[in-house]
């Protein structure tokens, strides 16, 4: 026993390769439930706190193939004039149209777009998720952290739903956004909440 043993603490391990589970709703485009989705980010501000705004108008649309969950894609347009600061004195200043305008440079770029090109699963409902950003005219790739939080029928619509979480990174000088920088970060994180509706 000791000799096998040994033999098997000498062994190569192969780790297994991660596998999204497959899921039992249909194939086919999945539309944005815009009632029940949010796209938040955040940046650092003087290294005090990390000042967060979200987007308002945006749309996405996942090509779902359920069997092979990793073969599926994502699209995502978000209007960079939709950002919403919370900023408590608009009657001192629009901060809303200052962020748009000097830090995302919407009137030069005035949409904002994702497109999915690979998704890797990490876990049988977690993956990664890599995908052309273009923002301020510069395409980059970024990855994102991804959950299938739930796929089935809609409870109240009895139509197919997903539910999914992801999060993410990336460096705004990365895309040509300089605005203050120093003071406030570099590094923008995103908070991704969304549901989708079979088309």
């Not at 026993?1 to 297994?16: E, G, Q, R, S």
Request: no cysteine; aromatic share 8%.
């Amino acid at each position: 026993m000791l000799v096998v043993a040994a033999f098997a603490a000498l062994a190569p391990v192969t780790p297994l390769l991660a596998q999204a589970a497959p899921l039992s709703v249909p194939a086919g485009e999945y539309v944005l439930e815009k009632t029940h989705a949010s796209l938040t980010w955040k940046i650092n501000h003087l290294g005090l706190s990390y000042y967060t705004a979200r987007f308002t108008g945006f749309d996405a649309t996942i090509n779902l193939d359920p069997k092979v969950v990793t073969n599926s894609s994502v699209s995502v347009t978000i209007d960079p004039r939709s950002v919403k600061t919370d900023f408590p004195f608009p009657e001192k200043e629009d901060f809303d149209k200052v962020i748009a305008e000097k830090v995302l440079m919407a009137g030069e770029h005035p949409t904002i777009t994702f497109q999915s090109t690979s998704l890797k699963a990490t876990g049988k409902t977690t993956g990664k998720l890599t995908g052309n950003l273009t923002l301020m005219g510069v395409t980059k790739p970024v990855t994102l952290d991804v959950t299938l939080n739930g796929a089935k029928e809609h409870p109240m619509r009895k139509v197919p739903v997903l539910g999914v979480s992801a999060t993410g990174s990336f460096k705004r000088s990365d895309f040509g956004s300089n605005f203050l920088l120093g003071p406030v970060g570099d590094e923008i994180t995103v908070l991704i909440e969304l549901e989708f509706l079979k088309k």
